[in-house]
Structures are given as structure tokens and as C-alpha cells.
């Protein structure tokens, strides 16, 4: 929280002692000592291995209460900066890939994040009025903070100042978007049974010959604009074969179309006009 400082790694499955080889080598790469374990609720955390290794090493290990992700909410808002918006949501469910991210983690990401992307900190918040105005301090990196706090380990902080002078930022983002591209290649996009066998079911109605009609008639299309066709749900300038009446829903969610295909050639039944 005081410095900003983030180490990230991947594990393949949720077992204790992957976890807590994990925490050692992400400890070793600190620049500063680790004194306290502060994790959720999960199984892969909550066990006697990691409760062993913190008491071995004096860290002290604290939880947070279960369902209240807030307790953690400065490590919870790291999931979209430092994974998700640069992961995604895929799944990765392979040695090679966790692997290929592990890789990105203990080098150019781990450099680019701590070394060269600088952000603010909330210092204080003052109400004017009926507003509430947020008051952040400058800029900085997290090497820049850790560098200005008194606990920090001056021999890698040494090492890491050289490595920043030798480090070029736009070859680093290049190296991280090329490892990205590889890791995305490595991602398990299989679908859900249910979902394999829509997939087919429609490619086998898309195969059927015929014409058809209403939904069948529009998918029957071969390539092309879809516009141009006779029977084209796309609005076109004198349309001859269909009309549309708009409604509006009662719960005000905004108009819809009702769309009647009428044949060209029919002749339809006119109602008399009644006498008044």
C-alpha cells in the first residue's frame, strides 16, 4: 500500500505447496523485507504449509472475512490493471502457458510496472459544498517510493537504479505485446458441451438447400451485402415486400419492430367500409 510495489505470478491449480514456492520466490525479488501475508479465504491459502512457512520465516499471516472482498481492496483493483486487462478472461489451463506468463511476470512486466509507469495516491478529500474533492499527491513510480522509504534493501535498490539507466520503456512495451500475442495464442477456447452443439446445429441449417422463409429466407443469403436483398431485415430506401409497424414497450424500454413479409403477388382481403 505505501510503496505500490507489484510482483505477480501464475499457478496452475490451487494446491498449497505450488502457492507457497510462489510466495518464496516472489519474496526473494522484494526490494524491501515482507513482513506481513495478508490473503482471502481460499483453500490455497488457508492451510497448515503456508501457515508454516510464515511462522518460519517471523511474517505475520492475516485473512480477510469471507464474501467481503473490500478488506483487500487495494489488492482486489490489481485484477483489472495488472491481469485482466492484459489476459482477459481467458482460460489457461496448460504448463507451457503458465509458463510463457510467469515469464512475462518475472521480467518485462514486473520492469515496466515498477520502474517506469508512475500513478497517484489519494492524500485527502475535502467537501466544498455538495461535492466532494479528491486531493492526490505527485506522481510517482513505485521504484521512486520505495527508493524514498527507509526500509528498503539498498543493494537491490542499487541494482535495479543500474537496470533502469540500461532499460528502454518502448522496447519493453514491444517485448510485452509480442509475449502477450504468444500467451493469447496458448489460451483454451473450447466451448461448453451445450454450446459445441448449437455451434453445429447451425452450420447443419445453414447447409439445408431451400428457400424458406421469414428467419430460413435471411440465412439461406450467400455472401454479399445483406442489404440488397429482397427479403433483408437492413432498412432499405423503397422497401416493396414488407413494412414495419413500430411499438413501444409499457415499461418504456424503447421501441422495437414488428416485422410482416407479404408476397407481391397476393391479393388481399379488404375490409368494407362500414356505413356511418
Known sequence: MQTTWTESMAVLGRAAEPVQRALNEIATELPFPLLGV???????????????????????????????????????????????????????????AVAAMNDLYRNELRLWMNLFLPSVKLLKKVRVGSKVRRVYDAACTPFERVKSCPQADPQKMAQLAQLRKRLDPFQLSRAIDRKLERISRLANRRLSPRAEQQTTQGATQQKRPGAGCGKDAHQNHGLGNPAHCG????????????????????????????????DRESNLPTCPRQPR
Do not use: M
Open 231 to 262: 427479403d433483408s431485415h437492413f432498412p432499405t430506401a423503397a422497401p416493396t415486400t414488407n413494412f414495419r409497424l413500430h411499438f413501444k414497450c409499457l415499461d418504456n424500454r424503447g421501441f422495437g419492430y414488428i416485422l410482416r413479409w407479404l
Open 38 to 96: 495478508d490473503t482471502d479465504y481460499g483453500s490455497e491459502f488457508i492451510n497448515y504449509h503456508l501457515k508454516r512457512w510464515c511462522d518460519t520465516r517471523q511474517i505475520q499471516f492475516t485473512r480477510g472475512r469471507p464474501y467481503k472482498k473490500d478488506d483487500n481492496a487495494h489488492i482486489e483493483q490489481k485484477n483489472w490493471t495488472h491481469v485482466r486487462k492484459l489476459l482477459a478472461w481467458d482460460r489457461h489451463d496448460t504448463h507451457e
